[in-house]
């Protein structure tokens, strides 16, 4: 099977066409961020309190936030999280004022207390306490008279008890009545009485639980800009020595800012949040992006070695055709993946999956229509300008780096990378 | 079969079987350490355990906690206070001020023994820098031993938390230094987040010092002092609310502690004759002298047991102690072996504050690990019907490659001790995504080359050999983000920078060597190939 076989379509023909798309997507995301909504940044970055909750039954939303309310921790946020099914919330509180305040306590209790009323002090919520904390109760109450005895230690064979109802618990979801220890396999009988007599169920478990405060929020956003800034320099850097050229270094650089601006505001325009994975999600898409373009640059450099009369705008048109199946075939099975990832990947991995869905379109897109776009502008300018040409970069050929060979194959002349001036020489 | 195949699928041949026999035996030593029951674990086990899972998979808590270095600064100044006090007894020192943590200013007079007091201060406070004039001396702490002194209060937090952390008998955790004064602590497995913060939380400061007046109300202690103001000496401290009382009370202590953490060797839950349960605690010779003085020029007195500037209780001193002594009052079970485990790991040379704190309890793990497979193996199955559909039998070259890949991936983590994160697992399937890019560039060529009319097997040799400068290219700009994310980035999203590190590097051994070989097996032995499925 093929979908393109030697096709020749005058991409560049439509450049100017492009420039101004990309201009309407880059200028819409900056108006999102700037005049709209403003970027929507995660705890990871803002700082503040995160939780997530199982409950029982179906959450009544404005309910939980008068509880909130009353509690008294400033802006809260509270939403559904993953598929309605599952009973999940996310609530969200803001940085506090006065360190040393416990939010993620202080929410629980608000909450326990507002949905059950006042509760029995002396019994334990089976759903929200810990491993640890159950296997030290059972160990105190020794509800199976183990201590004396030679043959077992208490402790351990009541932790071990405590991890099984635990995970029991995580199987069902959350326990609904402390009946339902019953159906713990492994716990003996005594045990389950005096969980049935001790015990109450609360209304939900705590899946998890995030507490940044302003100052590691401030740390995270300075080594994330850090790691953009330093990979973009890194990856261009790379360019720079393997293709020794200007324009080429240009267009990967005007490409990845191009793919990062665009992603970034259809991120803000879709509401989505920024924390640290999308960053990671961001940083990936930026070196697929390079990688995408480097394909293309490597085929037009191979085809200016040919030495034939022909045109730069051909050859680069001609090199985005040759690599045209490759790009769309790549492409394709990457975001085969990353659509996996969107739908069945959960709610963590969502916006990391949407941000390169976003990326590879832009970043696939931006390698023929920015990156090798610049190279024909950047050309065009200095001949529509009759300029002479001095070669900025490596005005000296540069040593002819030899090839690294295919594990057996023979060196291979084509990826030498030869010195820029020579392209520009042909050119005038 | 050539000479240079045979030697090929050899190289392969071993590669996997090292991979997997090194991550079978990686899983096994994992499972063996964690198996408890009888019995040995099971091939199954070795297999499941094979990869660390991070926190975000396997449930667990990560604490962020700063020291509050000025705490051990101040100590370290009020000490010098005292102890220049204490040896110009006979001085006629004036007023004492404390304008920063570390500096101090003593006043003098006329009767002031000047020579005296410079005398001591060489002696005794080799650390401090003191110049006189304008009627007073002037004490500095010395940049150097002001440094010593935060970063000897950093490691000492550290160990004590180890210490405490190991008490509460968590399965590999890690308490790391992280900077000059920020403690990392990752406890996985643990989801009892309020249990392990309280043990943390009291791992505070602790000195025991002696009351001055109190229990009673902030204002009617207070009011005892001339304009309201609780002199140098001396501080007002809160007590902890008695339960059942609404009123908070209050004490007034000195402010030089008799003993602190730093003084006391062992600390453990007993109980009296009576069934009471109090504390039995030991101290270190420096600290049975000086409790030894204190407690027995102070019989009768109340000594303020302080944990983070808060009064836990204020026993009465009954008798001169020296190396070991009971903390008697109405403890629950729980809270005696709580207070002996804080006094027995002993407490903080300075207070520490929480800056991050992040729980994942079992069941979001569990249904993150479940979610996250899922997508990988759609995700895998997809990009593989994929590749046959488009390109046939060279399609099923790069499934192999592929799937080699992933058994490599999985190997590599398990060897390098890779934390497998969330994120992780995502660029477990995104490198698949990208492997692919390998085998596409080569298929391309090969293709482009037989379209150019060359031979089926030069086709293949050139496909391979003008396809690697780019798959170089590629890998590299990818590998160069990645490191970046690596150095950067944080727990999650530095496993994700991991995972897709080693699977790209792995991809450039499957994608060129594998495949290429697979491409000789099928075609090299015959003599003379009219067409290539690709």
């Known amino acids: 099977m093929e979908f393109f076989r030697q096709t020749n379509i005058d991409f560049l023909k439509y450049r100017w066409w492009a420039i101004g798309a990309s201009w309407a997507l880059i200028l819409v995301g900056l108006f999102t961020i700037f005049v709209q909504k403003g970027l929507k940044f995660g705890i990871d970055f803002s700082g503040g309190t995160a939780i997530t909750l199982r409950f029982a039954d179906r959450p009544d939303i404005d309910r939980l936030r008068t509880f909130l309310d009353s509690a008294q921790l400033g802006e809260v946020g509270i939403q559904r999280y993953e598929e309605a099914e599952k009973n999940e919330v996310l609530v969200r509180v803001q940085q506090q004022a006065h360190e040393g305040r416990d939010v993620v306590a202080e929410v629980l209790r608000a909450l326990r207390q507002g949905l059950q009323g006042p509760t029995d002090p002396n019994k334990i919520d089976l759903n929200t306490e810990g491993r640890a904390t159950l296997a030290a109760r059972l160990t105190a109450a020794d509800p199976d008279h183990l201590v004396g005895r030679t043959d077992v230690t208490p402790a351990d064979t009541y932790a071990q008890a405590a991890e099984r109802i635990i995970a029991r618990r995580s199987e069902l979801g959350l326990f609904r009545t402390p009946a339902d220890v019953a159906s713990t396999a492994g716990v003996s009988d005594g045990i389950k009485a005096w969980m049935q007599a001790n015990t109450a169920a609360g209304p939900f478990v705590l899946l998890s639980a995030e507490n940044v405060g302003p100052q590691v929020g401030r740390d995270l956003q300075k080594k994330a800009i850090l790691a953009v800034v330093w990979s973009s320099i890194g990856m261009l850097t790379y360019i720079a020595l393997r293709f020794r050229s200007v324009p080429f270094g240009l267009g990967a650089i005007v490409a990845t800012v191009h793919d990062l601006l665009i992603t970034i505001g259809l991120l803000a325009l879709f509401g989505r949040e920024f924390n640290l994975i999308v960053v990671a999600a961001l940083l990936t898409l930026v070196g697929y992006s390079v990688n995408d373009t480097v394909v293309v640059y490597d085929r037009v450099r191979e085809n200016l070695k040919t030495p034939k009369k022909e045109p730069l705008y051909s050859v680069i048109n001609r090199s985005i055709n040759q690599t045209l199946s490759r790009t769309v075939l790549t492409s394709g099975a990457t975001m085969l993946v990353v659509i996996a990832l969107f739908f069945l990947g959960g709610e963590v991995l969502n916006t990391f999956a949407l941000t390169l869905m976003i990326g590879i379109i832009v970043g696939t897109y931006s390698s023929i229509y920015v990156a090798a776009a610049i190279v024909v502008i950047w050309k065009d300018f200095q001949s529509g300008r009759k300029l002479a040409v001095v070669p900025a970069a490596a005005p000296v050929p540069a040593p002819v780096k030899p090839a690294p060979a295919a594990p057996t194959g023979p060196i291979v002349p084509s990826a030498a990378p030869r010195p820029s001036g020579k392209k520009k020489q042909r050119r005038r | ?534």
């Not at chain 2, 002696?123 to 009627?135: K, V």
């Not at chain 2, 790391?176 to 990392?184: F, K, T, V």
């Open chain 2, 1 to 534: 079969m050539g000479k240079k195949l045979r030697w090929r699928l050899l190289v392969i041949l071993l590669v996997l079987l090292g991979a997997v026999g090194g991550y079978v035996l990686i899983g096994y030593q994992h499972a063996q350490k964690e198996w408890t029951g009888p019995g040995g674990p099971t091939f199954k086990d070795a297999l499941k355990k094979g990869i660390k899972l991070g926190l975000d998979l396997r449930g667990g808590i990560h604490l962020v906690l700063q020291v509050k270095t000025a705490d051990a600064v101040k100590a370290e100044r009020d000490d010098a206070v005292e102890t220049l006090k204490n040896e110009t007894k006979d001085a006629n020192l004036g007023p004492v001020e404390l304008p920063t943590d570390t500096t101090f200013i003593v006043g003098v007079t006329e009767k002031t023994d000047q020579a005296k007091v410079e005398d001591v201060a060489k002696r005794f406070l080799p650390d401090w820098t003191y110049s006189t004039g304008g009627g007073r001396w002037t004490f500095a702490l010395k940049d150097v031993a002001r440094r010593a002194l935060e970063d000897s209060a950093v490691s000492q937090a550290v160990e004590t938390i180890r210490n405490r952390i190991d008490e509460f008998g968590v399965s590999e955790p890690l308490i790391a230094r992280e900077g000059s004064d920020r403690i990392l602590v990752q406890l996985p497995g643990i989801d009892d987040p309020k249990r392990v913060k309280d043990l943390i939380k009291n791992t505070a400061f602790l000195e025991l010092s002696l009351v001055e007046a109190g229990p009673s109300t902030q204002a009617a202690l207070v009011g005892k002092y001339p304009g309201g103001k609780v002199p140098d000496e001396l501080k007002l401290l809160e007590g902890k609310p008695l339960p059942g009382e609404r009123e908070r009370t209050y004490y007034i202590v000195r402010r030089q502690a008799v003993i602190t953490g730093r003084d006391l060797k062992n600390a453990r839950p007993t109980q009296n004759q009576m069934g009471a349960h109090s504390i039995n605690f030991f101290l270190t010779a420096t600290g049975s002298q000086k409790f030894g003085a204190a407690t027995g020029a102070n019989i009768g007195r109340h000594l303020a047991i302080v944990l983070d500037n808060k009064v836990q209780s204020a026993p009465n001193i009954k008798d001169r102690i020296t190396e070991q002594g009971v903390i008697e009052g109405s403890f629950s079970p729980e809270e005696a072996n709580d207070l002996a485990l804080v006094l027995r790991a002993g407490a903080l040379p300075a207070g520490l504050t929480y800056l991050e704190e992040r729980t994942v309890g079992p069941s979001l793990g569990l249904d993150s690990i479940r979610k996250g497979v899922t997508a990988s193996v759609v995700g895998a199955v997809l990009v593989f019907v994929a590749v046959v559909v488009y390109y046939r039998r060279a399609g099923w070259n790069a499934v192999l490659a592929l799937i080699l890949n992933a058994i490599l991936l999985l190997s590599a983590m398990a060897l390098f001790e890779a934390t497998l994160t969330l994120p992780g697992i995502a660029g477990f399937i995104l490198t698949i995504g990208m492997a692919v890019d390998s085998n596409v560039l080569i298929f391309e060529r090969i293709r482009e080359e037989l379209r150019g009319g060359r031979a089926p097997r030069a086709a293949i040799e050139n496909g391979f050999a003008k396809a690697w400068s780019t798959i170089i290219d590629t890998h590299a700009t990818i590998i160069i983000s990645a490191l970046f994310l690596f150095q950067f980035g944080t727990g999650p999203v530095k496993g994700f920078a991991v995972t897709l590190i080693i699977g790209l590097v792995i991809s450039m051994f499957t994608a060129v060597f594998v495949s290429h070989t697979i491409f000789e097996l099928e075609y090299g032995r015959r003599s003379h190939i009219d067409t290539i499925s690709i």
